[in-house]
């Protein structure tokens, strides 16, 4: 799957209409709000990647979070997000961003986030990685991370996985997919893509970047969250995650 496939799907005005309704009606979910207040201090510099219309961002604000950058790869999503944060008086920077080629210093923000299973949307393992590493780079040593995935070993499609790993075993995968735990969905707006990795994959590359694994945890047993986050979203996985502290 090729990136500009992906960035399709999330340019088109249906999906933009979609997120924008979620940041302007149904905000934080119980659970985000839970491990954000947790572990960011509301004076902390926070990178947000994936930011879409700006759920996130717009609610971290409304909790007194004051030193947002909401960063998306999509122009159409940054642009309904700037409109949406002038009409909800949320004064903050938007910006255009490419996850795996960030424009910013080393060590210049407190913590990110990249919520609503963003960097599984990043096509091919190589490229997620690359995301993660300059993830790694723009926070200051022992500053906080915070992200979700599905979880490939607790999906309710478990049946589907199965067959799936046989496919691939035998070398009768999809073409259009580069990596096992990759699903595609063909829609009115164009390919779905994302990627289902279980925790022992997610544990390994984090190992490589050099993140320090806090704490994971299924966002079902964090809250119980209404109805409208049910409809709007499938339970996944959070994970807290923390750059190496500075040596003496």
């Not at 990249?114 to 780079?137: C, D, T, V, Y």
């Not at 289902?196 to 544990?203: F, G, K, N, T, Y």
Request: net charge negative.
């Amino acid at each position: 799957m090729d990136r500009e496939t992906v960035l399709k799907y999330f340019d088109s005005e249906s999906v933009v209409d979609h997120y924008a309704k979620a940041a302007a009606r149904l905000g934080l979910w119980e659970s985000e709000e839970k491990i954000f207040t947790r572990v960011f201090a509301q004076t902390d510099s926070l990178l947000e990647l994936g930011c879409g219309a700006g759920r996130i961002a717009f609610g971290l604000h409304e909790l007194g979070y004051q030193n947002i950058m909401a960063t998306d790869y999509s122009a159409e999503m940054i642009k309904r997000a700037r409109h949406l944060s002038t009409l909800l008086e949320c004064n903050m920077p938007l910006r255009v961003c490419d996850a795996t080629d960030l424009e910013f210093e080393d060590n210049v923000f407190d913590g990110a986030i990249f919520g609503f299973n963003g960097l599984m949307q990043i096509p091919q393992a190589a490229q997620r990685e690359q995301a993660l590493s300059e993830i790694f780079r723009v926070i200051r040593p022992g500053g906080w991370f915070v992200f979700t995935s599905h979880d490939r070993d607790r999906s309710p499609h478990r049946s589907f996985w199965i067959q799936e790993e046989q496919r691939w075993q035998q070398a009768e995968q999809s073409s259009e997919l580069d990596d096992f735990g990759d699903r595609t969905e063909t829609t009115a707006d164009g390919a779905h893509y994302m990627h289902v990795p279980s925790m022992q994959e997610m544990d390994a590359v984090l190992e490589r970047v050099g993140f320090r694994v806090e704490a994971t945890v299924m966002r079902s047993q964090l809250a119980h969250e209404s109805s409208e986050v049910d409809d709007f979203s499938d339970d996944c996985r959070f994970w807290v995650v923390q750059t190496p502290e500075v040596s003496d």
